[in-house]
């Protein structure tokens, strides 16, 4: 069966590095995305990887390794507004988006 | 950068009535858009993939007949939950993909079905 792991919950500190870790397990591979979710909002992209390497976008860094099946979201500088759902996301080989449960990220002064 | 208007953000409904919810690209033509729904502290689960000009494909377990989507345009699709119940409570969730990516949400929209 297809399967995303991701961590169910973390805490960090204001002004810290804080890493999200998403594994998976799928039927061919098409990407790997990475989306922001605060509660009652619909989901926000933050990134797209394809290819093997760290993709950084300002605070917000993506990993990904496809021969482990591994991906990592990276969010420097720490914001009370990071606090959110972290979804990680791995298109199959059916071009069809296969989702983690989430990560929820709590940040603390 | 492309945006998906969601209409509406709420709405309560009789149980058995209908409702529809309107997915719209403002300044891009989506050929294909996606429509999910979201439990309380869930992921997103899809039900299923609008294309425009042809029948929706449907995820196993979504009835087709009671989740109306309709993608008439290359700009709007719609979902209509027909003869809702209480169970069809959830957040409802559409997507649409442009240049190969899964990059921009709808607003969503809670319905709650009393």
């Known amino acids: 069966g297809q399967n995303i792991d991701q961590p169910t919950e973390m805490t960090a500190t204001e002004g810290a590095i804080v890493q999200i870790n998403c594994t998976y397990q799928t039927s061919g591979f098409n990407g790997l995305f990475w989306y922001q979710q605060h509660a009652g909002e619909a989901p926000t992209f933050l990134s797209y990887n394809v290819l093997d390497g760290l993709e950084e976008k300002g605070r917000f860094s993506s990993f990904l390794s496809r021969s482990k099946g591994y991906s990592y979201l990276l969010l420097k500088e720490l914001q009370m507004k990071d606090s959110a759902s972290y979804l990680c996301a791995v298109r199959d080989s059916n071009y069809q988006l296969i989702w983690g449960a989430g990560t929820k990220l709590i940040i603390k002064p | 950068g492309a945006v998906v208007s969601q209409h509406p953000s709420r709405v309560i409904c009789k149980s058995g009535t209908s409702v529809k919810i309107e997915c719209r690209s403002l300044?891009?033509?989506?050929?294909?858009m996606f429509w999910y729904r979201q439990f309380p502290k869930k992921s997103l689960m899809l039900m299923a993939t609008?294309?425009?000009?042809?029948?929706?494909?449907?995820e196993q377990g979504v009835e087709k007949d009671k989740f109306l989507i309709n993608h008439a345009s290359l700009t709007l699709s719609t979902l209509t939950v027909t003869s809702a119940h209480p169970e069809d409570s959830s957040f409802y969730i559409c997507?649409?993909?442009?240049?190969?990516?899964?990059?921009?949400f709808g607003q969503g929209t809670r319905l709650t079905v009393v």
């Open positions: 300044d891009f033509q989506a050929t294909t």
């Open positions: 609008s294309n425009e000009g042809s029948k929706a494909t449907y």
């Open positions: 997507s649409a993909r442009v240049r190969d990516v899964e990059a921009f």
